[in-house]
């Protein structure tokens, strides 16, 4: 999470500090109010009534309106207030409206109970092996107790924001590169433990954090991309090995049965020369051994001959 993102939640929390929540009914009421003061006062002075009393009515009539305008508030279904007398805590209020006392009571502060999203990241943070990175992450979190988030943090939701990148720095220190790669699971966990321990005592807890997206190097990214074909080849070898073992046993067990059995051996020699030489053009070499050991040099000739005599098309 960059420090940007951070200062833009300080500039919203101290906005959110200066709304004074003011209530539709509270103002409708008020509106109400004005309007009957109005409208009163121009009928009392129209039927004569004495400036006094009509001055009397307005007051009394105003200071009604403003009282109700401040003092009714309407938190709704997923907010809690903290309510201040005289500057100690007094009550939590909500959801649905309540009365404050103006002057003598303070709002300082609306909770909201719902389940809140926090984008942070570390960029540059060198990993165990001393590779810098760029991590990003989601927190989801939610106030489960709206007094100790309103009066044991100055603000509550700047300092998860705080607290939540300082614990991905921490656990990116303690894990080498391939384990935060194929490692994210773990990585949740732990930052999901760090951070709810942290913001506990603030009645905040933490749902999930999830890793969005791990950043490495261009230079790294290419390493990392050559070693892996490099080990893709180097598997495909051994693979291509194998085989070669393989095939290599059959022809050994092949050979065993064609030891006591000269006949099945020319026969398969003929076999070997006639798929070699059915096709026009072919060329078929042939150790000079087997050629005196199977006679396939005679095999050779009339294969040779036959396919002289085959009809041209």
Not at 61 to 69: C, K, R, S
Request: charge should be negative.
């Amino acid at each position: 999470m960059s420090t940007k993102y951070i200062k833009d939640k300080t500039l919203q929390s101290m906005k959110a500090k200066k709304d004074d929540h003011i209530s539709g009914i509270a103002a409708t009421i008020f509106a109400i109010f004005l309007v009957a003061c109005v409208l009163g006062a121009i009928i009392m002075s129209e039927n004569g009534v004495n400036d006094g009393v009509i001055g009397g009515y307005v007051s009394v009539t105003m200071l009604i309106g403003i009282y109700i305008l401040f003092a009714l508030k309407v938190a709704s279904q997923w907010e809690k207030v903290i309510i201040l007398r005289l500057g100690r805590f007094h009550k939590l209020a909500g959801p649905g409206p309540f009365w404050i006392i103006p002057v003598v009571d303070t709002v300082p502060t609306w909770i909201d109970h719902r389940v809140m999203v926090t984008p942070f990241s570390a960029e540059k943070t060198l990993t165990k092996d001393t590779v810098p990175v760029d991590v990003d992450a989601v927190l989801f979190w939610v106030v489960w107790d709206a007094e100790k988030a309103a009066l044991e943090v100055e603000d509550y939701r700047v300092a998860i924001a705080w607290a939540a990148q300082t614990a991905l720095r921490e656990v990116i220190g303690q894990m080498d590169l391939a384990n935060i790669l194929i490692g994210r699971d773990k990585m949740d966990d732990d930052l999901q433990k760090i951070i709810d321990e942290r913001t506990t005592p603030w009645g905040v807890t933490v749902q999930s954090v999830e890793i969005r997206d791990v950043v490495i190097p261009q230079d790294l990214e290419d390493t990392m991309s050559r070693q892996a074909q490099a080990e893709r080849e180097r598997q495909a070898r051994v693979i291509l090995g194998e085989s070669e073992k393989q095939i290599a046993s059959s022809f050994a067990e092949a050979s065993q049965a064609y030891i006591d059995n000269p006949t099945a051996l020319h026969l398969r020699a003929m076999n070997m020369l006639f798929e070699g030489l059915k096709e026009k053009g072919a060329l078929v070499i042939v150790p000079s051994s087997a050629v005196d050991t199977m006679n396939l040099g005679a095999l050779s000739g009339i294969v040779s001959i036959a396919q002289q005599n085959l009809p041209k098309e």
